[in-house]
C-alpha cells in the first residue's frame, strides 16, 4: 500500500497491510515447526548379539516433542521390541515388531487417550534398545523418530 | 512472544488518525520481526557406526571404510559430536579434514578430535565445525594397528535458517516515529510500510529450514529386495509441516574396487516404491569410494502420488546393488527444507 499527499488514506487499507504482513511472518520456515529425523539402525543384530550392539544412547541437542515414531525391518526373522526412553519420558516408547512385516508407526505424538505430545529435553540422553529373537546376520532394522521443533531462540 | 494475527490497534472509518497508534503498530511490527528472526536456529542429529553390521573395522581396511564423507550442499554447522563405544583392540585416533581442500578441521586445532579407548566410553568434542556450501568433510578413524568393537559417532548439526548460502539475511528495519504535531508527509508514511514489509518480503524470500538425517546401509547385495528403509513424513492440519522439501546426496564406499558395470543406486521414493524423483546412481567400477552430485530439490506436495493425510507420508530410503559383490556400506545424506 502506497499513498500519495492529498488522498484520502483509507482505514481498511492501513489495516490491510499489518494483518497481511502479520499472515505472512507466521508462515515464514523461521518460525513453523520443523521435524528433523534420527534413524538408528541395528544391522545384522541376532538374539545373541551382545547388549552393546542391541543399545544406542543419543544426547539431545534441543528441546524436541516427539512427533513420530516408526520402525522398518529389513530382512530377519522373529520379532522384536524396541524401547525408547531418556529417562524422563512420561512414557517410554515401546513398540513391538514382527520382521517381515515391513514398517510399523505409532499414532501421532506416539499418543493415546491416557498420553498427549511430551517434550524430549535438550542434553537428555535418549536410549534406543532393541530386544530380538532375529536369528539372521542378513537383517536389518531401523529405528526412525520424528523430532518437532517449533521455538527455537538459541 | 507468539506471531499474533492482529496488531495493538485497528483503525475505523471517521476516526482521526491518531499517530501513536501507527506508531504503536509500526512497533509491534518490528518487535515481531526481530522475535521471529531471533527463532533462526534448527537441530539436526546423526549417528554414523564404525563396524559394518557387527564386524569390526581394523586399521587394515581402506580409507573408504575407515571413513565417512559429510557434504555440505549449504552452510551448516557441526555444533559437537559424540563417539560413543570403543575400541576391541590397539589404539586409533578419529581425525577430521576437510576432503575438498585436504586441511585439517577445525582450521588451527591440532588433530585427533576424538581417542577412543578399550574401554566403552562416551567421548565428546564440543568445538563447533564450520561447513562452507560446497565442501565436503572427511571424518576417519586411523592408527598403527586397531579394531574396533561398537563404536558410534554422533553429530548434532546446527543450521542457521537465515543464512544457507554464505549471507546473513537477518533485517533491521528503520521507522520513523510520528508526533502529533507532525505533518506527516505521505513519503514518511510510505517509507514506513515500505521498511516492515520489505523485511518480510527478505525474510520470507531467504529463510530455509536446513536439517540433516543420513542413513547407512552396510554389505548389501543384489539378492535381497530387503535393503529399503522407511519413515513417514507427518502431515496434517495440526500445526505441522505443509510441505517438504528434500535433497538427496549418497555415498559409497567399498572394501575393494568395484567390478565393471557395477552400480550401486541409492533411492528415496514414495510408499508404493514409485519415485518421487530423488536418486542418485553410483558407477563404482575400479572405484572404493563414490560421492554422488546433489539432487535437485523436490517438494513433498499434497498432490498424488505421494497420499497426503493425517497419518502422514511415508517413504522409503532404498540402496540397491547390481552386483552379488557385497558392498561395504551406503551413507545417504538427505537435506530437508
Keep these: 500500500m502506497t499513498i500519495s499527499n492529498g488522498s484520502v488514506l483509507v482505514d481498511s487499507d492501513i489495516n490491510a497491510v499489518y494483518t497481511s504482513t502479520l499472515s505472512t511472518l507466521q508462515g515464514l520456515r523461521v518460525v513453523v515447526p520443523t521435524l528433523t529425523w534420527l534413524h538408528v539402525t541395528f544391522p545384522a543384530v541376532v538374539s545373541g548379539s551382545t547388549d552393546a550392539f542391541k543399545t544406542r544412547n543419543i544426547i539431545l541437542p534441543d528441546d524436541f516433542i516427539l512427533a513420530e515414531v516408526c520402525i522398518t525391518s529389513g530382512e530377519g526373522n522373529g520379532v522384536d521390541t524396541i524401547t525408547v526412553d531418556n529417562g524422563a519420558m512420561l512414557q517410554p516408547i515401546s513398540m513391538t515388531n514382527t520382521r517381515g512385516t515391513g514398517f510399523i508407526k505409532a499414532a501421532r505424538w506416539y499418543s493415546d487417550t491416557t498420553k498427549n505430545k511430551q517434550v524430549l529435553l535438550k542434553g537428555s540422553t535418549m536410549t534406543i534398545t532393541l530386544s530380538t529373537t532375529n536369528s539372521s546376520t542378513s537383517s536389518n532394522l531401523q529405528v526412525s523418530l520424528g523430532l518437532l521443533s517449533e521455538k527455537r531462540q538459541y | ?337
Excluded at chain 2, 557406526?49 to 575407515?66: E, V
Excluded at chain 2, 554422533?154 to 554464505?166: A, E, M, P, Q, S
Excluded at chain 2, 520489505?198 to 529386495?225: E, K, P
Aim: aromatic content about 8%.
Design chain 2, 1 to 337: 512472544m507468539d506471531v499474533k494475527s492482529v496488531v495493538p490497534n485497528t483503525f475505523y472509518t471517521d476516526e482521526l488518525l491518531d499517530p501513536n497508534k501507527v506508531n504503536d503498530n509500526n512497533q509491534y511490527m518490528i518487535d515481531v520481526i526481530n522475535d521471529t528472526q531471533s527463532r533462526r536456529y534448527a537441530h539436526s542429529i546423526v549417528t554414523l557406526p564404525y563396524y559394518l553390521g557387527t564386524t569390526a573395522i581394523s586399521q587394515a581396511d581402506n580409507q573408504a571404510t575407515r571413513s565417512y564423507l559429510i557434504p555440505a550442499i549449504d552452510d551448516m554447522y557441526i555444533e559437537r559430536m559424540y563417539l560413543d563405544g570403543s575400541l576391541a583392540t590397539g589404539a586409533a585416533t578419529v581425525v577430521v579434514y576437510n576432503a575438498t581442500t585436504g586441511t585439517t578441521a577445525p582450521a588451527g586445532v591440532t588433530n585427533p578430535i576424538f581417542t577412543p579407548t578399550t574401554t566403552s566410553t562416551t567421548l565428546s568434542y564440543l568445538q563447533p565445525i564450520y561447513m562452507a556450501a560446497g565442501s565436503t568433510y572427511r571424518i576417519e578413524i586411523t592408527g598403527a594397528a586397531f579394531t574396533t568393537s561398537k563404536l558410534d559417532l554422533i553429530i548434532h548439526f546446527r543450521t542457521d535458517k537465515l543464512n544457507v548460502d554464505g549471507t546473513d539475511h537477518t533485517q533491521f528495519p528503520s521507522i520513523q516515529q510520528f508526533t502529533e504535531s507532525d505533518a506527516v508527509s505521505a513519503t514518511s508514511f510510505n517509507s514506513n510500510t515500505t521498511a516492515i514489509t520489505g523485511a518480510v518480503s527478505v525474510i520470507n524470500n531467504y529463510s530455509r529450514a536446513l536439517r540433516i538425517s543420513a542413513v547407512v546401509f552396510t554389505d548389501f547385495d543384489n539378492a535381497t529386495d530387503a535393503d529399503t528403509l522407511r519413515a513417514s513424513l507427518p502431515r496434517g492440519t495440526t500445526n505441522l509441516m505443509s510441505e517438504e522439501s528434500y535433497r538427496m546426496v549418497s555415498v559409497v564406499s567399498m572394501a575393494s574396487a568395484g567390478s565393471a558395470a557395477q552400480q550401486i543406486a541409492c533411492s528415496i521414493s514414495n510408499s508404493t516404491g514409485g519415485s518421487i524423483g530423488i536418486l542418485n546412481t553410483h558407477s563404482v567400477s575400479g572405484l572404493t569410494e563414490s560421492q554422488a552430485t546433489d539432487t535437485t530439490q523436490v517438494t513433498i506436495s499434497t498432490s498424488s502420488p505421494n497420499a497426503i493425510s493425517d497419518s502422514g507420508f511415508d517413504y522409503r530410503i532404498t540402496a540397491s546393488n547390481s552386483a552379488a559383490t557385497n558392498a561395504t556400506k551406503a551413507t545417504i545424506w538427505q537435506f530437508l527444507y
